[in-house]
């Protein structure tokens, strides 16, 4: 078992930034993928970044450039950085592990956070 603990979400102008941290306990860290996720109000769950075990990264579209994912094996923790946030990147964000090898498809993930909320004003 995989446990995992958002942070770090809040309120923020638009233009402004934020820095997500999902700590994970149980199984070894570095043996796992890590997504980042998240779902609007009425939406489904969207793909945003993820790093497989060697540190490759992914991005969705709408995010590149302005997020950047990383990983610290030491702290099991998974971060989120997160700049030049718009309106449309409010959301709850949730973090999930798999094994090995990261993907952008929620089901391919079988541990969730709880979720974390970040909201950009206008």
């Known amino acids: 078992q995989v446990q995992l603990a958002e942070s770090g979400g809040g309120l923020v102008q638009a233009g402004g930034s934020l820095r997500l941290s999902c700590a994970a306990s149980?199984?070894?860290?570095?043996?796992?993928?890590m997504g980042w996720f998240r779902q609007a109000p009425g939406k489904e769950r969207e793909f945003v970044s993820s790093?497989?075990?060697?540190?490759?990264?992914m991005y969705a579209d709408s995010v590149k450039g302005r997020f950047t994912i990383s990983r610290d094996n030491a702290k099991n923790t998974v971060y989120l950085q997160m700049n030049s946030l718009k309106p449309e990147d409010t959301a709850v964000y949730y973090c999930?592990?798999?094994?090995?090898?990261?993907?952008?498809?929620?089901?391919?993930?079988?541990?969730w956070g709880q979720g974390t909320q970040v909201t950009v004003s206008s």
């Open positions: 790093i497989s075990w060697n540190g490759a990264s």
């Open positions: 149980g199984r070894t860290f570095s043996n796992y993928a």
């Open positions: 999930a592990a798999r094994l090995t090898r990261s993907t952008s498809r929620p089901s391919d993930y079988g541990y």
